[in-house]
């Protein structure tokens, strides 16, 4: 069982024992691929941690670019979690509906916004609900409450800083994506998109940092996977993946590992593969 750490994972006995805490704020913040046929939004009116308030990862964004959920401007961020009475002063616990998918791109967006009391539910809504705990249909009262932003911009790079970082090897580039998908053998999911991987990246595949039931191996054992990829965790690193959310797993599993000086570029991939000026790579690193 993961140790508990209001900043980085608490477990579902952490999230049970502090549940009715007054100052506790619970985040589903499900989202999928398309090809996964799934209605995150439909799936929390019908059934969701009691007191949980929806997140909607798509909408709280930059909605003025072409990509798909950027990083929202802090006015846009500030105002979504004043409507959803997420402020000051909160401790926030985000999950997800896949276990541990999406709910990590909310807890390193809320650290790019500076607020740091913000953990991820290890294995999300399908460990809760297995474990026979409730859930229930009803929405949150909710009360606004005003959040204090200190955008910390090294937590975030963007497409020039990226090819820079390529460039030079000043920082370990890691990809989140499958291994098929990393090497340019399985086509992308969005149209228009090549495949293969920024050159120099390492692939560290979120999925190898999770357990079968879906929840985080140890510290330990992260940093080893990190490791057996050949990431050189003397450098700062920068994480991608298709389009933002699982680079974010990655961030969390460093964090966990005692690694801060990490970033997630936010375009990723989606980004990357469709601009024919850029290089890319395939096969293995």
Known sequence: MAQDDPRTLVSTDWLAAHIKDPDLRILDASWYMPAHNRDPRAEYDAAHIPGARFFDIDEISDLRSDLPHMVP??????SRMRALGVGDGHQVVVYDGAGTFSAPRVWWLFKLMGQNDVAVLDGGLPKWQAEGRAIEDMPPIIRDRHMTV?????LVKDVTQVSSA???????????????RFKGEAPEPREGIRAGHIPGAK?????????????????????AVFEAAGVDLSKPVITSCGSGITAAVLCLAMQRFGKTDFA??????????????LPISTGEA
């Open 73 to 78: 401007p802090v006015e846009k961020f500030m």
């Open 150 to 154: 200190r955008r910390q911009n090294h």
């Open 166 to 180: 390529s460039k030079l090897g000043d920082f370990e580039i890691v990809d989140a994506r499958a291994a098929p």
């Open 203 to 223: 692939n560290v595949p979120f999925g190898e940092l999770l357990g079968s039931d879906g929840t985080m191996k140890s510290p330990e054992d992260q940093r």
């Open 264 to 277: 997630l570029y936010d375009g990723s991939w989606t980004e990357w593969g469709a601009f024919p000026t």
